[in-house]
């Protein structure tokens, strides 16, 4: 439904188009009528992505933060193109119409046009965020470096709006157009600002989370133990995650994602790290009653969106056992749990775990160790199906790192389980 009304939109972006272009001839009319479609479906597109990043509710639950992380990346990757397009076929189809050569015509533009050269800038500032969101260089840089560089994009969305309605032909011509664009653009601007700022605020000002308490549960892992008022105000589900901003000296100017490891309580959430960078390794030294910013409840790997009342299989690997854990003391009808860790000192909550499966009658398979030891891999589709007797009648949940999570989803299917069962999150956007 998102991905029909995104397109619904850009149907109706091309329909502005062709409703303000009376008609188009010769090569440099199609060139800078192309150029034009381009640039309207990039101001457009721009908006989607803002959008998809900007908290919603419906879509945080619906699809999830990694599905919208994705879809973000992928969208990214259009808009920019489309954006570079867009630059060169205008400056081609105007040096063409005018007789002159690109040269002269992109100093005419950059001159004598209203604020094309701030939107020239805009451009060039998406384009660095997207070649600095490249995987390959993505990898070399930290991920806060990558984030900050990625608020330029706002910068560049608010340097390139006026070339629009000072330009556009679509917008020179028509009040409606005009309104209906800037109503398009306050809307995301309300909805960010909402979602993303006075939410949170709201939410710290009503439940005044603070930490509680620390427990070690292995080697770099450690839960951290959250009290605050009115908890159950927040319809958190066993399976979802927040993004915790803690308030000290260190920390505060960063929010991270981490799933909760139990089920909600009335004043107490808990969820489990491990540490693997400057962040989850600092969280160790948190002290009681250190005041935190909780943004959520975010994600769709919950049994309340996607559960059915029929058995379920839950695939952990590593640290992606944290909503597992929620999900397996809660989750109604059978349950088998497959937990997946390099080493035995990686399994956590192992006493937790057998108990709950005691408790409800549930089974749970440890697969510990190197692929070797297991003959080949533990999660192929012929292992799941033989220690989950029935697998392609159930539902089934997956977390773990990106790599993991994929060949999990993909064995899966291989397994006959239908791809609409499968739920499943990465830790990682
Ligand atoms: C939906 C979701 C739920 C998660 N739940 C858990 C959990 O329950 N327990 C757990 O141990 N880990 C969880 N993670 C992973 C956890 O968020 C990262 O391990 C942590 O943010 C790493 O930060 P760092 O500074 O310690 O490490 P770094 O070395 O700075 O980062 C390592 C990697 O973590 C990711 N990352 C770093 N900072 C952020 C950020 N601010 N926001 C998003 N991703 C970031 C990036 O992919 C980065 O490459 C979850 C991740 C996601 C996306």
Request: with cysteine; proline share 5%.
């Amino acid at each position: 439904m998102v991905l029909g009304i995104i397109a619904a939109g850009a149907i109706a972006v091309i329909a502005l188009w062709w409703h303000s272009t009376p008609d188009v001839s010769g090569l440099g009319g199609w060139l800078t009528g192309a150029g034009e479609v381009l640039g309207l479906l990039a101001g457009y597109g721009v908006v989607v992505l803002v959008a998809l990043m900007a908290r919603l509710p419906p879509l945080e639950r619906g699809l999830g933060g990694d599905q919208l992380a994705r879809w973000h990346a992928m969208g990214g990757r259009y808009v920019v193109s489309v954006v570079c397009a867009h630059g060169l076929l205008i400056l081609w189809g105007y040096a063409v119409e005018a007789h002159t050569s690109v040269v002269s015509e992109t100093a005419t533009l950059l001159t004598q046009y209203p604020d094309v050269l701030m939107a020239t800038a805009a451009g060039f500032l998406l384009l660095g965020v997207g070649i600095v969101s490249m995987r390959a260089a993505r990898r070399r840089v930290r991920y806060e470096t990558w984030y900050y560089l990625h608020l330029y994009t706002y910068l560049a969305i608010a340097l390139a709006f006026s070339h629009q309605f000072a330009d556009g032909a679509a917008f020179t011509s028509s009040l409606a157009a005009r309104f209906w664009w800037s109503a398009m653009y306050l809307t995301v601007l309300v909805l960010v600002l909402w979602y993303r700022v006075a939410v949170p605020l709201r939410a710290y000002m009503r439940h005044r989370f603070t930490v509680t308490g620390i427990k070690a549960e292995g080697p770099g892992v450690i839960s951290v133990y959250i009290g605050g008022s009115r908890l159950s105000e927040l319809n958190a589900e066993p399976g979802q995650y927040f993004r915790w901003r803690f308030l000290t000296r260190s920390l505060w100017w960063s929010s991270h994602p981490y799933s909760l490891s139990a089920a909600p309580g009335q004043d107490l959430l808990r969820i489990t790290v491990k540490d693997i960078g400057d962040h989850s390794r600092a969280l160790s030294r948190l002290r009681p009653g250190t005041r935190v910013f909780a943004e959520g409840p975010y994600g769709a790997l919950t049994p309340a969106t996607s559960g059915s009342g029929r058995a379920a299989v839950l695939v952990a690997g590593g640290v992606g056992i944290t909503p597992l854990r929620a999900i397996f003391a809660t989750l109604p009808g059978p349950v088998t749990l497959i937990y997946r860790a390099s080493r035995a000192q990686d399994v956590v909550f192992r006493e937790e775990l057998d108990a709950i499966a005691a408790a409800r009658g549930a089974t749970v398979h440890y697969l510990i160790g190197p692929r070797d030891g297991f003959g080949g891999d533990p999660l192929s589709p012929r292992s799941l199906r033989t220690l989950v007797p029935g697998l392609d009648e159930q539902d089934a949940y997956v977390c773990g790192p990106p790599g993991m999570t994929a060949a999990a989803v993909r064995a899966l299917r291989a397994a006959g389980v239908p791809r609409a069962r499968i739920h499943f999150e990465s830790f990682e956007f």
